[in-house]
């Protein structure tokens, strides 16, 4: 096996088969992917040729010696035609030091990563995440195809990774970033200020979606001071040409207040989708999203997704009694999936439909509201 995978790492480098413009490899990551990185390691893989690699976990000690030799082919400038990678293996089995080394490696000036368009870093503890983002940028390369990074599925990036990543994106070296996905929980006040100061940075204006996840429900020390570091900085003007924002774990009135008013600082009016998921909103919090969730505010919202987040019947008919009263935003599509409805929202929503208070309505999903019985729906 060894040598069949050396043999097509060498095929893809030496241009045998000239007219091949994609690779796809799944692979799990185990003792034949160095093999197939001494296979590429013989020549190059250049555009036109794109190579996207997806490197999947199985059951042995470490995956530190093989991410350590395909760190050492990206590093030599041997694979510039890399287009996407993900890694996602549970239970971790990288070490802190080999996830720095790789992300030195992919930032390295020498790397020439200039296809670069997706990392995914799925399933990975916090350790590893920091450790990751820290190795990513100390490397004084550029990444300027990169659209899109994910970090999630699995811990925070903590208050190391929050840094590394704001001198990233603060230093010009991902201007092309579209797409970003992290974990903030715990990060605490002097991680959310660098993530506020990239989110703040001039070079974050092609961001299009932004998932915030674990915002303050775990291990945050003073949640009320990180969420009103990040509202200040949703208002900063940089963003704008976001159209699709996700905010997870967002607990306390007091913190969703803070947070709408970053929300509707008029700064997000291209926002087109909002959704929040497992937050605590109750009645209070549906009353502070009916007054931000208005068409002066957010002129383009066509999505709105609360899911999971306690807003019961209280916060449901807050919203509603606020659509009847304000102009709402153009809406196409509402989901209050999973929010301990029970049939006292029904009257006041057909009311609301009734009186075609959201014209362009297509769906209002209630799924997963088990109070709901089936004769109302």
Not at 149 to 158: F, V
Request: charged share 20%; net charge neutral.
């Amino acid at each position: 096996a060894g040598e069949g995978c050396k043999a097509l790492g060498e095929v893809l480098s030496t241009g045998k088969l000239p007219s091949l413009r994609t690779v796809r490899m799944d692979w799990l990551c185990s003792q034949s992917f160095p093999s197939l990185c001494e296979g590429l390691s013989r020549g190059r893989v250049d555009p036109p040729l794109l190579l996207d690699i997806n490197l999947e976990g199985e059951n042995f000690h470490s995956a530190d010696a093989p991410v350590t030799r395909f760190a050492e082919v990206i590093r030599a400038g041997k694979l510039s035609g890399l287009r996407s990678f993900k890694y996602q293996w549970y239970p971790p089995m990288l070490s802190r030091e080999g996830w720095r080394m790789f992300g030195e490696a992919l930032s390295h000036a020498d790397a020439l990563l200039d296809s670069l368009e997706e990392l995914r870093i799925l399933f990975q503890t916090e350790g590893a995440n920091a450790a990751f983002f820290e190795g990513l940028s100390r490397g004084t390369g550029r990444l300027p195809a990169l659209h899109t990074l994910h970090s999630t599925h699995g811990s925070s990036i903590r208050t190391e990774g929050a840094q590394s990543l704001s001198a990233l994106v603060s230093g010009g070296r991902v201007p092309s970033l579209k797409d970003l996905k992290v974990k903030l929980g715990g990060i605490g006040q002097e991680g959310m200020q660098a993530f506020a100061a990239a989110l703040g940075s001039p070079h974050v204006s092609a961001l299009r979606r932004l998932d915030v996840l674990n915002l303050t429900r775990f291990h945050s020390a003073n949640p009320a001071a990180e969420v009103g570091i990040l509202s200040g900085a949703l208002s900063s003007g940089h963003l704008r040409r976001l159209e699709d924002f996700l905010v997870g774990g967002l607990g306390r009135i007091e913190n969703v207040r803070t947070f709408c008013v970053g929300l509707g600082s008029g700064k997000l009016s291209p926002l087109r989708a909002l959704h929040f998921w497992d937050c605590r909103f109750g009645g209070e919090g549906g009353r502070a999203l009916s007054e931000l969730l208005v068409a002066e505010k957010l002129p383009s919202l066509r999505t709105l997704v609360v899911e999971g987040s306690a807003l019961r019947d209280e916060g449901v008919t807050a919203l509603i009694e606020g659509w009847l009263s304000r102009n709402p935003p153009p809406l196409q599509h509402v989901d209050v999936g999973y929010n301990q409805l029970t049939d006292r929202v029904v009257n006041p929503l057909l009311k609301l439909l009734a009186l075609q208070r959201l014209p362009a309505l297509e769906i209002f999903d209630l799924l997963g509201n088990f109070g709901i019985h089936d004769r109302s729906k």
